[in-house]
T-cell receptor
Framework: DSGVTQTPKHLITATGQRVTLRCSPRSGDLSVYWYQQSLDQGLQFLIQYYNGEERAKGNILERFSAQQFPDLHSELNLSSLELGDSALYFC????????????FGPGTRLLVL | DQQVKQNSPSLSVQEGRISILNCDYTNSMFDYFLWYKKYPAEGPTFLISISSIKDKNEDGRFTVFLNKSAKHLSLHIVPSQPGDSAVYFCAASGNNFNKFYFGSGTKLNVKP
């Protein structure tokens, strides 16, 4: 158990809808990363937050947004969903975001029908 | 554009033998390279890393080799054990660790 929790574990929704994925980092970790893993693909870095502030951005679509709250949990919002958004979404946390080791949650599997 | 590539989707090895997983990258500015291991229904877990100023890093049965001129790294597992069966991801980052670039993974099967 990495100490990182993600909810929900599974999510099935329809095209055009909006969903929110939630991540609670390990106790004491200030930095949160979000990744998308599509079928047979590697993990694609989406965005990083550190202590509530956006620190780095990857290939995150404009339809996607994220935030980190004062209690350090983070949410990833996906809107106007398309079939191609079906993927595993991982959250990872690290102490200050400037070290090599990230701790990953178990992921949220999103299926868009 | 995929900056980190793992060209072998799968690898099968006999227990006790060596497993060699390969990874190639295109960006010469990467400062750190990492290997993660992932079991089904779990998130990836950090395994071993190497700085770009080194060419080898060893941790128990796991050794990572870096060839900067070829932009290639490999993970050696000796001896391989059935519990090593998992998907292995190679990743790379700059020295600020703000962004990580992952390969598509290699599924290792260690046969008893």
């Amino acid at each position: 158990d990495s100490g990182v929790t993600q909810t929900p574990k599974h999510l099935i929704t329809a095209t055009g809808q909006r969903v929110t994925l939630r991540c609670s980092p390990r106790s004491g970790d200030l930095s949160v990363y979000w990744y998308q893993q599509s079928l047979d693909q590697g993990l694609q870095f989406l965005i990083q937050y550190y202590n509530g502030e956006e620190r780095a951005k990857g290939n995150i679509l404009e339809r996607f947004s994220a935030q980190q709250f004062p209690d350090l949990h983070s949410e990833l919002n996906l809107s106007s969903l398309e079939l191609g958004d079906s993927a595993l979404y991982f959250c990872a946390s690290s102490t200050i975001g400037g070290e090599e080791t990230q701790y990953f949650g178990p992921g949220t599997r999103l299926l868009v029908l | 554009d995929q900056q980190v590539k793992q060209n072998s989707p799968s690898l099968s090895v006999q227990e006790g033998r060596i497993s060699i997983l390969n990874c190639d990258y295109t960006n010469s500015m990467f400062d750190y390279f990492l290997w993660y291991k992932k079991y089904p229904a779990e998130g990836p877990t950090f395994l071993i890393s190497i700085s770009s100023i080194k060419d080898k890093n060893e941790d128990g049965r796991f050794t990572v080799f870096l060839n900067k001129s070829a932009k290639h790294l490999s993970l050696h597992i000796v001896p391989s054990q059935p519990g090593d069966s998992a998907v292995y991801f190679c990743a790379a980052s700059g020295n600020n660790f703000n962004k990580f670039y992952f390969g598509s993974g290699t599924k290792l099967n260690v046969k008893p």
